[in-house]
């Protein structure tokens, strides 16, 4: 056992990846630059993914990705205000479909008119 603790070292009940992680990085550019994200609460962090199908289930096909190990990444975010690194997430936000129906039928416009029983009955 080591008497000396390093800042790089985990915990031994921390889970740590292993190997190069897939990091996301933004297209369309001469250098590479990795892709940051905010957290629920709008805290910056770096992405990464353990394997390349996790990315693509995330973020969708045709993303672009480098792979870098966990310190290398780190030291790149850790400049940008980014110490948090999120590995492995996955995406929570409603789907797009079911978001758009609950929007019609809440929408004023489109939304059915509540008919009232008593009023239903005169009429009909």
Known sequence: MCLFRYDD???PEERVPSGPLYVPVLPGR???VVRLFRTPLGARTA???TCADRLVATLGPGRPWIRLSE???RAMAEPLG???LT???T???PAVGATAAAQRATDPLTAPVP???DVAARTA
């Open 9 to 11: 070292d985990p915990e």
């Open 30 to 32: 001469a250098e590479v």
């Open 47 to 49: 992405v990464a993914f």
């Open 71 to 73: 310190s290398a990444l």
């Open 82 to 84: 980014a110490s948090l």
């Open 87 to 89: 590995v492995d997430p």
């Open 91 to 93: 995406l929570t936000a």
């Open 115 to 117: 008919q009232d029983p």
